[in-house]
């Protein structure tokens, strides 16, 4: 067999080869509707319902006016934050297998359920927002319904996500004594 031959050959195995380890692909962790946190069309949602453990709750509201919280005007700059999180948020990576049973046993007794509405009166999605890993490179969260928790995280920031869904009112609630336009400082 010549060189030319038997180079051709392994060149149509390896081929073969990357051809069935294609299509025999078996689905990741890391796909799904388990791990599709984000919602891409930010515009779309009119409300955001965040509860954590202790019964405290904050409902935010999209309104011709802006957005509120629990009723007041709500600040624009943790809103913005907050949209941009929700829009960009991935799966950093799936729980290391020895940290599973840890970070469902605190995901379960110590998270925030965040559920963003669209439209309708059902919920689009609905996850938990549990704690930063030790590195505080990503938050473990955890879509309602499934068994699966995942870091998540925002390309290009390093830190976590925790404090953007928080439940203190007076973080999402507007901190302008005088809100007066042009106008209204004229008159």
């Not at 919602?39 to 709750?57: E, H, L, S």
């Amino acid at each position: 067999m010549s060189q030319k031959t038997w180079l051709l050959s392994i060149f149509a195995l390896l081929c073969i080869s990357a051809v069935i380890l294609v299509f025999n692909r078996k689905s990741t962790t890391l796909g799904g509707e388990n791990s599709d946190f984000a919602i891409k069309d930010t515009a779309a949602i009119t409300k955001i319902f965040v509860a954590d453990k202790n019964d405290k709750t904050v409902l935010l509201e999209r309104t011709e006016k802006g957005w509120t919280a629990n009723g007041f005007e709500a600040r624009p700059d943790v809103i913005t934050n907050l949209l941009y999180t929700i829009k960009n948020m991935t799966v950093r990576a799936p729980v290391p297998k020895v940290a599973f049973q840890n970070v469902i046993k605190k995901i379960a007794s110590n998270s925030v359920k965040v559920e963003v509405f669209t439209d309708s009166e059902t919920p689009e999605k609905v996850f938990h927002v549990g704690h930063s890993n030790a590195k505080k490179t990503g938050t473990y969260m955890l879509i309602d319904k499934t068994t699966t928790p995942f870091l998540v995280h925002l390309e290009g920031h390093y830190g976590f996500l925790e404090s953007r869904f928080g439940t203190n009112i007076f973080k999402w609630r507007s901190n302008a004594l005088f809100a007066y336009t042009k106008e209204n400082l004229k008159e």
